[in-house]
């Protein structure tokens, strides 16, 4: 029994440690950049500068889209291209509602823009940049999945509504961490807004 006990502790330990050495990793992906206008109760008005993205349209809900997404563009960023060259992962992973699913997205590390970007194998990928923008955004913790970006979409839309402020669709959902990683997940829903305009004007 005490052998049992013993194996089992040092088990944890080590998931312990490995979960430390994930959540670590993590925070020290470049993210990316984004000024916070205004923060009230887990929503945040932010401004986002141009950015250079890959992105690739999938066809389905969330649940669907993103495995086959993600092994899209992260088989070009570790080095599907036509220099063979790895490119940095960031955070986070943007998955835009489209007309008939997703568009999934990685944000290209700070360095890299349409010029210098190696050109992907995959025809399907898109290289191109975001036009800067307001946005409002809600986060939450856990593994995500079609119910829970649906929930917090309309927490979202509500909030949005009561202060008067107008948005314009798609949502989009922000993903910040590796599958693998169990504690301290983070995850938000967002949307452009027009932050200068109220919905009442």
């Known amino acids: 029994m005490k052998t049992i006990i013993v194996i089992s502790l040092g088990i944890l330990a080590i998931l312990v440690f490995v979960q430390a050495y994930i959540v670590k990793a993590t925070n020290d992906t470049e993210q990316q ?21 890959a992105s690739v349209n999938m066809s389905g809900d969330y649940s669907r889209s993103s495995g086959s997404g993600f092994r899209i563009l992260a088989g070009y960023i570790f080095g599907s291209n036509d220099q063979e060259k ?36 995959n025809t399907r990928i898109q290289i191109h940049n975001s036009e800067p923008a307001y946005t409002a955004s809600i986060r939450f913790g856990g593994f995500s999945n079609d119910e829970k970006i649906n ?8 909030w949005l509504e009561e202060e008067g402020i107008r948005y314009s669709g798609p949502f989009t959902y922000l993903g910040y961490n590796p599958p693998y990683q169990m504690t301290n997940r983070r995850n938000e829903v967002m949307v452009r807004i027009d932050y200068n305009m109220k919905a009442s004007d």
């Not at 984004?34 to 950015?51: K, L, T």
């Not at 360095?111 to 970007?117: K, P, V």
């Not at 929930?151 to 509500?158: G, I, M, T, Y």
């Open 151 to 158: 929930e917090h979409k309309e927490k979202l839309k509500q």
């Open 86 to 121: 790895k490119i940095a992962m960031t955070a986070p992973v943007h998955m835009k509602e489209s007309e008939n699913g997703y568009s999934m997205s990685f944000v290209m590390p700070s360095g890299y823009d349409t010029s210098n970007l190696p050109v992907p194998d």
């Open 33 to 53: 950049k984004y000024e916070v206008i205004e923060s009230q109760q887990g929503f945040e008005i932010r401004y986002y500068p141009a950015a250079t993205l």
